[in-house]
């Protein structure tokens, strides 16, 4: 059982950055992978970027690329996620999640077992 909770979400003027900070609880989180959603009012979950278990690879949607980097410190169990260049539409609340089983499914929500309750980002143009 894996418990998430996100923080660093708020208002930030467009072309701003934030950097979003996941805790996660339990003592096998190197074994997770973890991954980024949003989901803005009225539209559906989408994935934003992914970091594999220890060692493994990132992935981003093509949105956010070279915008976003999301990262992991496996020994403070945090998944980070930082938003460079942010735009109005990047206004999301953003989720955390996790998987102990993913694999090449990791923009696939479904996929993921363990969800915080997410962070609320807006972005003013």
């Known amino acids: 059982q894996v418990q998430l909770v996100e923080s660093g979400g708020g208002l930030v003027q467009a072309g701003g950055s934030l950097r979003l900070s996941c805790a996660a609880s339990g003592r096998t989180f190197s074994s997770y992978a973890m991954g980024w959603f949003r989901q803005a009012p009225g539209k559906e979950r989408e994935f934003v970027a992914a970091i594999m278990r220890s060692g493994g690879g990132t992935y981003y949607r093509d949105s956010v690329r070279g915008r976003f980097t999301i990262s992991r410190d496996n020994a403070q169990n945090m998944v980070y996620l930082q938003m460079n260049s942010l735009k109005p539409e990047d206004t999301a609340i953003y989720l955390c999640?996790?998987?102990?089983?993913?694999?090449?499914?990791?923009?696939?929500?479904?996929?993921?077992?363990?969800w915080g309750q997410g962070t609320q980002v807006t972005v003013s143009s």
């Open positions: 999640a996790g998987s102990k089983t993913i694999g090449i499914a990791y923009y696939r929500a479904i996929e993921y077992e363990y």
